[in-house]
């Protein structure tokens, strides 16, 4: 008899591996398929930030808050490697929010999320502390600086799905559900190879529709569920111009027009600018910066800054698309960032859809999804809360070891530079030796392909994180896309299409949980 999983999942986004994590740790058996790579939809494209959402305080969305604030130490204690603390700097405009606004604001921002290992906020005298500097001369005097921290989101993803899968669970990337049915009470998911085309049916006890922006779809696909809560897609897009200042903080900007855009040291030479947030129509497979957004968040960033950041600085940008759930607000920028379920029970097997949420809350969000789907899973008490204490691979150390972490890679690697030591210790935590091995020389990590990256490294993403085409790697396995050449990049699509071993899935880590 064909095995009948416990919980099948579609969506590999933060959401839906999430869950696969949660839910294979406790003992339940596991499938989830993604029909392109994990986090290629609006988990790799956010701005980066495992945060409470200082703004969200200004809708009312205190509930959110508090909770996305306790989940931001708990990501950083099990992923310090991906995770890290960032000050935010906020000067004051005048005519804008009132100093006094946003002091409350941070008040609460301080102490109702349960802060233990990041520093509170202070005051800055813009016209004295460093973090004046680059802003245009007199005209911020007065501002505060606060605790966030900054996260490698398509790692957090690939991670979570890599725990997932050492834990039990399958993972199949580039495995399209094309029907949903229900026979005798069991679902029935047939799903596609978009590669080779090979169809092939699972079944499940419990469906999970994790589609994201895609999310309608699913159920459209069979599921003979009529959806009553609505997605409302809104676009976010993002530039990266190169390091606009030389000190380690980031700000956060107040616009004329009621929004806030951040500008975040990213990846050592450069900075991130976004987001922007307007209502997007149309396929989120297709969703590009627009240049009128560019043009925005450039004209906002030198609203504030002695330089002006100019179009033409851009060397990358990228556009993601927010499965929100529609509350009916009437713009985007004030739609709720909440998360919400929807439970149907059509002939009797369970379909929980997810609307909503972001990435600083999608461990809570996987517990409370399980939480809702209890009565239809084995063992979902018996390790309730686990994930917020387990580390994420490559996580098993001090929030403050990374740096100790490097030099002990070059103790042992005396070969490696000291930025690709950093990097790889980033990257992979105290995995990096995996990625390494038994190497004594540069030369026997095998071919290089630019910007550090060797074939080592890419053997090791391809075995071990579902990596399959050179987009995978150097754009949300790492971000090596922003140093290296566009033949360089076309150089190891050819060699990782000649290297793939057909039907090839990533197998449980050696030693990993059952």
């Not at 409302?232 to 980031?250: E, N, T």
Request: hydrophobic share 40%.
């Amino acid at each position: 008899m064909d095995q009948i999983y416990d919980l099948a999942i579609i969506g590999g986004g933060v959401n839906g591996c999430g869950i696969a994590r949660d839910a294979a740790g406790r003992g339940n058996s596991v499938f989830l398929c993604e029909m392109n790579d994990l986090a290629s939809g609006t988990s790799s494209w956010s701005t980066k930030l495992v945060h409470g959402g200082l703004r969200y305080l200004e809708y009312y969305e205190f509930r959110l808050v508090r909770e996305a604030l306790i989940e931001r130490e708990i990501l950083w204690q099990i992923a310090p490697h991906i995770i890290r603390p960032l000050r935010f700097v906020l000067p004051h405009h005048a005519g804008l929010r009132p100093a006094w606004l946003l002091r409350l604001g941070l008040f609460l921002y301080d102490h109702i999320g349960g802060r233990h290992l990041l520093p509170a906020t202070r005051s800055v005298d813009l016209t004295r502390d460093a973090v004046g500097k680059p802003l245009i001369p007199g005209r911020y005097t007065k501002g505060f600086e606060y605790s966030d921290c900054f996260v490698d989101d398509a790692r957090l993803v690939a991670l979570t799905a890599r725990d997932a899968a050492d834990r039990g669970a399958e993972i199949r990337t580039r495995t399209r559900a094309v029907e949903i049915r229900q026979v005798d009470g069991v679902w029935h998911v047939t799903v596609e190879d978009s590669v080779t085309g090979a169809r092939d049916t699972i079944q499940s006890r419990v469906l999970v529709n994790a589609g994201g922006p895609w999310v309608e779809q699913v159920l459209a696909s069979g599921a003979g569920v009529n959806a009553r809560a609505k997605v409302r897609l809104v676009q976010g897009s993002h530039i990266v111009v190169p390091k606009l200042y030389d000190h380690d903080r980031a700000y956060i900007f107040q616009n004329a027009d009621g929004r806030i855009i951040f500008v975040i040291p990213y990846q050592g030479d450069f900075s991130l600018i976004g987001t922007t947030d307007r209502d997007y129509d149309g396929d989120p497979a297709k969703v590009k910066a627009t240049q009128e957004e560019i043009e925005y968040l450039c004209a906002s960033a030198s609203a504030y800054l002695a330089k002006p950041v100019k179009p033409e600085d851009v060397v990358w940008n990228y556009s993601g698309v927010r499965p929100l759930y529609d509350d009916g607000a009437s713009e985007a920028k004030a739609a709720t960032r909440d998360y919400v379920f929807e439970l149907d029970t059509p002939g009797g097997a369970p379909l929980l859809s997810i609307y909503g949420g972001k990435i600083t809350t999608y461990r809570r969000l996987s517990e409370e999804a399980l939480e809702r789907l209890s009565p239809y899973l084995r063992g979902t008490k018996a390790q309730e809360g686990w994930t917020g204490k387990a580390p994420l691979p490559g996580g098993d150390m001090d929030v403050s070891a990374v740096a100790a972490l490097s030099a002990e890679l070059i103790r042992t690697y005396p070969f490696l530079a000291q930025s690709h030591a950093n990097r790889l210790a980033h990257a992979y935590g105290t995995r990096a030796s995996k990625v390494l091995g038994n190497a004594t020389s540069t030369a026997d990590l095998g071919r290089s392909f630019g910007a550090t990256l060797t074939e080592s490294e890419v053997r090791y993403l391809m075995a071990n994180e579902w990596a399959r085409t050179a987009d995978d790697v150097v754009w949300r396995r790492s971000k090596l896309g922003l140093r290296m050449t566009a033949g360089e990049i076309a150089a190891l699509d050819e060699w990782m299409l000649a290297n793939r071993v057909s039907g090839e899935r990533p197998l449980r880590e050696a030693g990993g949980r059952a």
